[in-house]
Nanobody, 123 residues
């Protein structure tokens, strides 16, 4: 299975982007999916995660009210809607799948990772 993250780009502060994470080779069946980001020189950090049926959602405080994670299981895709972007949101964004459907903030607990998509927010 491969995860493909897409939707990144160069935007100005206050703009919006919608990231997508699509699975190929298998479905996201019974997988929780998380979004993480990594800025240059920093560790990869948790952004948001969603359980298989969407009943459990978690996000870090710095993105609450601005970012929304959702999923369309029929399309085998998870989304991250990012509004009111700030320069500090600049990073490579990765999606990851937890095969046991656990919503967790721990990078180590995710089993499968996508290749990342660059988000750059200019001031």
């Amino acid at each position: 299975v491969q995860l493909q993250a897409s939707g990144g780009g160069l935007v100005q502060a206050g703009d919006s982007l919608r990231l997508s994470c699509a699975a190929s080779g298998r479905t996201f069946s019974r997988c929780a999916v998380g979004w993480f980001r990594q800025a240059p020189g920093k560790e990869r950090e948790f952004v948001a995660a969603i359980s298989w049926m969407g009943g459990i959602i978690d996000s870090q405080d710095s993105v609450k009210g601005r970012f929304t994670i959702s999923r369309d299981n029929a399309k085998n895709t998870v989304f991250l809607q990012m509004n009111s972007l700030k320069p500090e949101d600049t990073a490579v964004y990765y999606c990851a799948a937890h095969l046991n459907n656990v919503v967790t903030r721990s990078v180590r607990e995710y089993d499968l990772w996508g290749q990342g998509t660059q988000v750059t927010v200019s001031s």
